[in-house]
């Protein structure tokens, strides 16, 4: 198995003091930086994605009914938008983009960020740089041979939920870490981890060292 960390949208804005805070954020983005410490050898690749708004629509509300619409947050370029410090990134090869011009919950909806932006060259290994389209999450994890998605991050009940349901309809073996993520509505939750075994979807409790 070829195995990926898809880290989904420990950003600013979705950490506490962010526009759109979720409790718990800046202990995933801590956790899963000891995660990695500890478990990193375990993964072939490690990618994060990143809301990554332009002008969304009306997933952006003066009045968001916290279900479809928002506070405006992750506005691309902004502070809000960045990871959040306490995630290590070191090991990050790749970050996928998502939510220009409208709403997007799942990483798959991801695109690869510049190339001046990603982590690692590796991926340059295979010397298409005149390939000038950019690619999906899904492009990129099938280049990468990877048959094997494990997904952490913020929030449970979104955007980590949207991201596993697309890893395992696009075909991935797919595991969610529960405890490397926030969710913003407790009974979403634990419908989202029903929903998520229902689909087939792995979800791993407790795993996390100490
Ligand atoms: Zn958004």
Not at 19 to 48: K, M, P, Q, T
Not at 100 to 123: C, K, N, R
């Amino acid at each position: 198995m070829t195995r990926a960390l898809v880290i989904v949208d420990v950003q600013n804005d979705f950490c506490e003091g962010g526009s759109l805070g979720v409790d718990g954020g800046a202990r995933v983005a801590a956790d899963l930086s000891e995660h990695l410490e500890a478990h990193g050898i375990n993964y072939d690749f490690v990618v994060a994605t990143q809301d990554w708004h332009i002008d969304p629509g009306t997933h952006f509300s003066e009045t968001p009914d916290f279900v479809d619409s928002w506070p405006p947050h992750c506005v691309a370029g902004t502070k809000g938008a960045q990871l959040h410090p306490d995630l290590d990134t070191d090991e990050i090869d790749a970050y996928f983009r998502k939510g220009a011009y409208a709403a997007a919950y799942s990483g798959f909806e991801g695109l690869l960020a510049p190339e001046d932006e990603v982590a690692t060259g590796d991926l340059e290994a295979d010397g298409d740089e005149d390939d000038a389209e950019v690619l999906s999450l899904d492009d990129w994890l099938r280049q990468n041979e990877v048959d094997e998605v494990v997904v952490a991050g913020i929030a449970t009940d979104y955007c980590v939920r949207a991201t596993a349901l697309d890893a395992v309809q696009a075909g991935y073996s797919t595991s969610v870490l529960l405890d490397l993520t926030a969710g913003i509505n407790e009974e979403r939750v634990a419908e989202t981890i029903a929903e998520l075994e229902d689909n087939g979807i792995e979800v791993v409790q407790e795993q996390v060292q100490n």
